[in-house]
């Protein structure tokens, strides 16, 4: 008998799922595809050992292939990454460090966010593209050929750029191709990109304003601003482009889609998506336990975001808790109801995420400060890459003082009550007989400082208890058959 909120079980169990595999290259085609000979060449001028390989998963059909060829045509011992820990645009170090590798190969889309504990070569797929075609929705887009241009692409159509801009520019004297750029003197690649050194932020020769951003590097002409160009990128939609929209939000932007073989004038209302963003800052200032979510460990100074975080949630009144739980997805949040919102610290291109169908918002780093520092303000900028919000970042704000602050209050535009913007500024130290409740401050009676200790303590099952020297010693005995919703005794 079917049960009313629950699924048959023996439907679970004979259920058939269906899995879309791709089919593999040939051999010839490897070399070409994935640049054995390069990685070969990089293994063997470096004289590693144990090589990681990180594949994306469409690729993985080929990745045993490639490891062989690898190890046929080099000393070197190849190890497969599966199954990233987090995103598969980042680069995984941890994984690489379990199996001791000296140095990692990334296949495929890759966010560019520096990483520095081993040396690391990129590989991107070499994704065809149409140039006719390309070149021939350019120009219905932009139709003056006297427009200032930015040709910015995914990272996968990167060996096709130049031939663009060589049928492009005699037309369009104005147009400014990106280059990849990486920081980082152990990363390499192949191809057009470029290693970032600290003389970077000067062009040579002219006063042009040089961008350096999510990988990407262009020069504005002098006199002219970011907002003063177009946008026109080769590529598909999703993260890449998105997260290119949000952060240069004044400008317009056209895109052209190689698999679908369309240009198109993007007509998503980037101040609609701006504005979901700031209910999400809204939900944070009205939070009172944040949830830190651990999304990278392999993008450079995380340690120091998480650190600044933790300061300016404190510094408002709220408490903080650290997950690191690999890919999130709604059950692994679900989890926590204790937690008001959680905020995703990972790489720009992971941490848009639409947060729709959890159960609480996930905010980014720059929208949690937002809520958080008094002294940074909502406007036309939008940080998604948090090492911009560090010291010496380009969009880093010192944190309020809080007796600057003097616990001024504001109104919630969700709920319409008042909220204090700095309640732990008065908070005692921690009692050694473990009280959560202090002396009020000037704008509340009683404060709770252990929010979560209290919400586990109204639960009625609180989980596994040791109940040590209490629960008697006996022999192994025969266990329960079948699955949790219905056990063989159970009927």
Not at 188 to 212: A, F, M, P, V, W
Not at 239 to 262: E, G, H, Q, V
Not at 267 to 284: F, Q, T
Not at 316 to 327: C, D, H, I, T, V
Request: with cysteine; proline share 4%; aromatic share 8%.
């Amino acid at each position: 008998m079917a049960d009313t909120f629950s699924s048959s079980s023996e439907n679970v169990i004979q259920r058939v799922v269906e899995v879309t595999v791709g089919e593999s290259n040939p051999v010839e085609k490897l070399e070409e595809l994935y640049q054995i000979k390069d990685i070969c060449g990089f293994i063997t001028e470096h004289q590693f050992e144990k090589v990681a390989l990180q594949f994306p998963d469409e690729l993985l059909v080929d990745a045993v292939a490639v490891a062989l060829e690898i190890e046929r045509n080099s000393n070197a011992k190849p190890f497969i990454l599966g199954d990233t820990s987090y995103g598969s645009c980042c680069v995984d170090e941890v994984a690489a460090e379990h199996v001791g590798a000296d140095c990692i190969v990334h296949y495929g889309s890759a966010c560019l966010s520096p990483s520095k504990r081993l040396p690391l070569m990129y590989v991107f797929e070499r994704q065809p593209v149409d140039l006719e075609k390309c070149t021939s929705a350019f120009r219905e887009l932009y139709p003056d050929t006297h427009s200032h241009i930015i040709i910015l692409y995914d990272v996968n159509y990167v060996h096709a750029i130049d031939d663009l801009m060589a049928l492009l520019s005699p037309e369009y004297p104005h147009l400014v191709v990106s280059e990849l750029v990486v920081e980082g003197e152990q990363c390499y690649s192949h191809g057009r990109i470029k290693r970032l050194h600290d003389d970077t932020c000067l062009s040579e020769g002219d006063n042009n304003q040089l961008i350096y951003q999510f990988g990407r590097q262009f020069s504005l002409t002098s006199g002219l601003s970011i907002t003063d160009y177009s946008m026109f990128y080769v590529g598909q939609e999703g993260a890449t482009l998105t997260n290119f929209m949000m952060t240069w939000n004044r400008c317009s932007f056209c895109s052209f889609d190689p698999i679908k073989i369309t240009g198109r004038t993007e007509s998503v209302s980037i101040n609609r998506a701006l504005m979901k963003r700031y209910y999400a800052i809204e939900r944070a200032k009205d939070a009172n336990v944040v949830g830190i979510l651990v999304g990278t460990l392999g993008v450079s100074d995380y340690l120091k975001i998480i650190q600044q975080l933790k300061e300016a949630i404190h510094g408002a009144g709220k408490k903080s808790y650290l997950f690191a739980m690999g890919k999130l997805n709604v059950p692994k949040l679900a989890n926590f109801l204790e937690i008001d919102i959680f905020v995703l610290i990972a790489c720009p291109e992971n941490s848009l995420l639409d947060s729709s169908e959890f159960y609480k918002p996930v905010v980014t780093p720059f929208e949690m400060e937002v809520a958080c520092n008094r002294k940074r303000e909502w406007s036309e900028e939008y940080v998604t890459d948090f090492r911009h919000l560090l010291p010496g970042g380009q969009s880093h704000v010192p944190l309020a003082d809080q007796q600057e602050e003097g616990g001024e209050t504001d109104m919630s535009l969700i709920t319409g009550a008042l909220r204090s913007q700095n309640l732990m500024s008065s908070e005692p130290e921690v009692s050694s007989f473990g009280s959560s409740v202090v002396l009020r401050n000037q704008m509340l009676t009683v404060a709770n400082t252990n929010s979560a200790a209290s919400f586990l303590a109204e639960r009625s099952w609180r989980g596994l208890e040791q109940n040590l020297g209490a629960t008697p010693v006996v022999k192994a005995v025969e266990g329960r058959r079948g699955i949790a919703i219905a056990y063989e005794e159970e009927g």
